[in-house]
């Protein structure tokens, strides 16, 4: 199939790429992998879906027979291709997908708290206020915890968290993570830390914040190797658990979330496809409040 690309949005993994720091994302390559639009075209078999239809694409090409497809693990393929990656992306006016990967409209925090979010959690950190960070917060809000904590390094984003639901918000810059989330939460630490950055530094301070006990889940894709305490971790009994992406169905179920508008997008800024040098420039310069930016080609 061949989709009319509405929008695509700017993934902090696209900036790597843009930085050359990304192993996948190697020149000549179209990336963007978060695709909204219309479909364009389809192929002889297909014929559940009809030209103009709106939808939008779950990135991720897999097998379908391996066995982390066949229990529902789609995003664990051994053989998978991400699209804007292993093959062209949205940031273009067309891209092409096959129907498996095409979701009609009415999409890593679904698949983060489901993987991450059972038993009771009443407190939450989450490093990083970035877009990812951003719809965990969204999410968390649903478990209405009684401490929320925003970690990050940008004014203008912590004061976008605490717009949005965090009970508090910490700069990274000028204070200690870890020693701010112990006070508030009485000495203990949260239950539950969510790094969203991909630094070492963020990643051993979420280490450090949570209870013994606690969990840590690993999203940012930055610094392939952390030091961090194993021992401590070993004594306290810490979880950590790596969030790639999200399955077929997170992505379905998120899609659902978005379209009912019980997670709200107002924070995302549209910006035409031939401003993406600049936007990119921007996000990986000087962000400021600049928390997701969604390129729009002006397809015919």
């Not at 097998?63 to 998978?80: E, K, M, N, V, Y």
């Not at 009609?104 to 990083?128: E, K, M, S, T, Y």
């Not at 379905?252 to 978005?258: D, T, W």
Request: net charge positive; glycine share 12%.
């Amino acid at each position: 199939m061949v989709v009319r690309v509405g929008a695509s949005g700017v993934c902090g993994s696209d900036l790597h790429g843009y930085l050359g720091k990304s192993r996948k994302r190697v020149p000549p390559l179209v990336m963007g992998h978060e695709v909204a639009g219309t479909v364009a075209s389809v192929g002889e078999a297909v014929r559940d879906l009809v030209t103009g239809a709106a939808v939008t694409v779950y990135p991720l090409i897999t097998c379908g027979q391996c066995a982390a497809c066949r229990r529902g693990d789609t995003s664990l393929c051994r053989s998978r291709q991400v699209i804007g990656i292993d093959r062209p992306g949205g940031y273009a006016d067309f891209v092409a997908v096959p129907r498996a990967s095409v979701v009609a409209l009415p999409p890593n925090a679904v698949h983060l708290f489901n993987r991450n979010a059972g038993g009771l959690v009443r407190r939450i950190a989450i490093f990083g206020a970035g877009s990812q960070g951003v719809l965990a917060l969204h999410l968390a809000n649903v478990f209405k915890p009684a401490v929320l904590v925003s970690v990050d390094i940008v004014p203008a984003r912590l004061a976008l968290a605490r717009r949005l639901g965090a009970t508090a918000a910490i700069n990274a810059q000028t204070d200690d993570a870890a020693g701010r989330i112990r006070e508030l939460t009485g000495g203990e630490g949260v239950d539950l830390a969510i790094e969203a950055v991909g630094s070492s530094a963020t990643r051993q301070a979420a280490v450090a914040s949570v209870r013994s006990g606690g969990r840590v889940a690993l999203l940012g894709l930055g610094e392939e190797i952390t030091p961090l305490p194993a021992v401590d971790i070993v004594n306290r009994e810490i979880t950590i658990r790596g969030s790639y992406a999200y399955t077929y169905d997170d992505f379905v179920r998120a899609v659902e979330l978005l379209g009912a508008g019980l997670v709200p997008v107002d924070w995302a800024r549209p910006y035409p496809l031939e401003a993406g040098p600049a936007v990119f420039r921007q996000l990986v310069t000087d962000p400021g409040d600049l928390i997701k930016a969604v390129l729009t080609p002006a397809a015919e």
